[in-house]
C-alpha cells in the first residue's frame, strides 16, 4: 500500500507491468497490490516486466519469486544480477490449483488425454496428478493462463490453473484445490526505481558473490551473526560466467538505513567480490 500511496502523491497515473497473460495468479498479485482499477499490462516473459520498468514503459513490475512447496522461482533470481532495479515490496498469496475442462459423463482418467500445465503448478499437484491422471499426456505451457487457453481451443483436454481463469476462458472447473499441500503460498516482488523509506517492519535483500577461500562461507554469515540481523533466507545460483562460481541471494530484517544493517554489510562487503544491494521493503504481513 505504501506503493499507492506514493504514486498517488506524485499525482501521476500508475503503470504496472506483471508477468502474464490475464488470470495468472501473478495477475491476481498485482490487482491485490495495486487494486482493481489500476492500468496493468501483461508480459510474456518475467525478463519482459523488467524490460518495460527499466525503460520507463512501467512505474512497477510484479513477479513470482518463490513458492513455499517448490522453492525460488530461479529466472527471477537470475534477472537481478544485471539488473539496476530495486525491490520496491513484496507480498505472500495463498495458492489454490483447480482441473479447467470441458465437463464429461466418463470418468476423469479416461475423458482427459492432455494436460496443459505451467511447470511450477504442475509440480505443486504432482502426486494428485499421478493419482488422478496417470495415464495423461502433459504439455508444457508459459503460463497457469496459458494452460487455460489451450485447454479452451481443444477437446479432450484440461488445465491447472486458478478459478478465476475458468471464467475468463469458459471452462469448467473439473476439480478443485488439487495442491498437494494445503499450505500452498508464493511469494511474489514489487520491482522499480524507488527506494521505500523505512517502516519499522522491514526487510532487505542483498546479492553477493563471496572470494573463494577456506572458511568462506562461514565468513560470510558471521556479519549477520556479529550485528544481529535475522537471516530469513539465503539461496546460491551459479554465475554463469566460471564453472562452480556461485552468486547469493539474502534476505534478511532490518532497513538498509539502519546502522546495524550498514555496519554489516560493510564487513560482509571484505569478503565479497561484489555486494549489490537489491532493497529495502515492508515485510509481507
Known amino acids: 500500500m505504501e506503493i499507492v500511496h506514493a504514486s498517488r ?48 514503459r512501467a512505474d512497477y513490475g510484479v513477479v513470482p519469486i518463490e513458492n513455499s512447496t517448490e522453492g525460488v522461482v530461479n ?3 537470475d534477472m537481478f544480477v544485471d539488473s539496476s532495479l530495486s ?21 476423469l482418467a479416461r475423458a482427459v488425454k492432455t494436460l496443459y500445465a505451467f511447470g511450477q503448478p504442475l509440480a505443486q499437484a504432482r502426486r494428485w496428478v499421478e493419482t488422478h491422471l496417470p495415464f495423461t499426456h502433459v504439455v508444457e505451457a508459459g503460463s497457469t493462463a496459458q494452460s487455460a487457453q489451450w485447454a479452451a481451443k481443444h477437446p479432450h483436454s484440461a488445465a491447472i490453473a486458478s478459478s478465476i481463469a475458468a471464467k475468463i476462458y469458459d471452462l469448467d472447473i473439473l476439480a478443485s484445490r488439487i495442491e498437494d499441500s494445503p499450505n500452498n503460498f508464493t511469494r511474489f516482488l514489487v520491482v522499480g526505481k524507488t527506494r521505500p523509506e523505512p517502516t519499522g517492519r522491514d526487510k532487505t535483500s542483498i546479492l553477493f558473490s563471496i572470494k573463494d577461500h ?18 530469513t533466507k539465503i539461496e546460491s545460483r551459479p554465475t554463469r560466467q566460471r564453472a562452480w562460481e556461485y552468486v547469493f541471494f539474502v534476505d534478511f530484517l532490518g532497513h538498509r538505513s539502519d546502522k546495524k544493517v550498514q555496519q554489516a554489510l560493510a564487513l560482509l562487503e571484505r569478503s565479497c567480490v561484489f555486494l549489490k544491494v537489491l532493497g529495502s521493503y515492508p515485510r509481507s504481513e
Open 9 to 56: 502523491h506524485l499525482q501521476k497515473p500508475l503503470q504496472v507491468a506483471y508477468f502474464g497473460p490475464e488470470a495468472t495468479f501473478t495477475h491476481q498479485a498485482a490487482l491485490r497490490q495495486f487494486g482493481q482499477n489500476a492500468p496493468l499490462t501483461c508480459c510474456k516473459s518475467i525478463s519482459d516486466v523488467f524490460s518495460d520498468v527499466e525503460r520507463d
Open 214 to 231: 577456506v572458511g568462506a562461507l562461514h565468513d560470510m554469515l558471521l556479519p549477520f551473526k556479529k550485528y544481529g540481523l535475522n537471516m
Open 75 to 77: 529466472h527471477t533470481l
Open 87 to 107: 525491490i520496491c515490496s513484496e507480498l505472500e498469496m495463498p495458492i489454490h490449483l483447480a482441473l479447467l475442462g470441458r465437463k464429461s459423463k466418463v470418468p
